[in-house]
T-cell receptor
């Protein structure tokens, strides 16, 4: 069955620095991959998703992710971190018809 | 902007009691979901619901759990006899269609079983 693994439960970056959050997937079929963000006391919000087509996917708030089949990766990046990016980030893969299998999450801290 | 709402935000119950968690999905959505997140662990799929029936469920969703859409707006998760290990954040989500379409999540209900 499809699964994802997030490397690094906590990532700290300085404001203005590159954000890189890692996600690797396992799937015997072409995967549908997602990144969600969770701000404190809020639900999960979709940042971006990869289904088919272009492997570089752009999302909201300046985030993007690249699907790399050869590396089974779908890492999330943002060129310049902002204080408002501090949150928990979840990578997910669609498993079955409708259910999302989530990674364990990465908490991003942005240092002023 | 339409959003998924959940009530209550926090529910405390005694072990063995029944609880009902309520969700109001986005009005034109047709697919509904429940997920849970035990403190410090990953978000886990429980069940998906479409056309008034369960379309998928995980191994977590055993006979203690049930879902219902009692009217045109609410979507509920019932736990018949709560256990300590049911303590978690429960998230409701909805989408316009299934598959890879975006699931919109509510803010969650924190269930504490004593």
């Amino acid at each position: 069955a499809q699964s994802v693994t997030q490397l690094g439960s906590h990532v700290s970056v300085s404001e203005g620095a590159l954000v890189l959050l890692r996600c690797n997937y396992s799937s015997s079929v072409p995967p549908y991959l997602f990144w969600y963000v969770q701000y404190p006391n809020q639900g999960l919000q979709l940042l971006l998703k990869y289904t088919t087509g272009a492997t570089l996917v752009k999302g909201i708030n300046g985030f993007e992710a690249e699907f790399k089949k050869s590396e089974t990766s779908f890492h999330l990046t943002k060129p310049s971190a902002h204080m408002s990016d501090a949150a928990e980030y979840f990578c997910a893969v669609l498993r079955g018809a409708n259910n999302l299998f989530f990674g364990t999450g990465t908490r991003l801290t942005v240092i002023p | 902007e339409p959003e998924v709402t959940q009530t209550p935000s926090h529910q405390v119950t005694q072990m063995g009691q029944e609880v009902i968690l309520r969700c109001v999905p986005i009005s034109n959505h047709l697919y509904f979901y429940w997920y849970r997140q035990i403190l410090g662990q990953k978000v886990e799929f429980l069940v998906s619901f479409y056309n008034n029936e369960i379309s998928e469920k995980s191994e977590i969703f055993d006979d203690q759990f049930s879902v219902e859409r009692p009217d045109g707006s609410n979507f509920t998760l019932k736990i018949r006899s709560t256990k300590l290990e049911d303590s978690a954040m429960y998230f409701c989500a909805s989408s316009t269609s299934g598959g890879n379409n975006e699931q919109f999540f509510g803010p969650g209900t924190r269930l504490t079983v004593l």
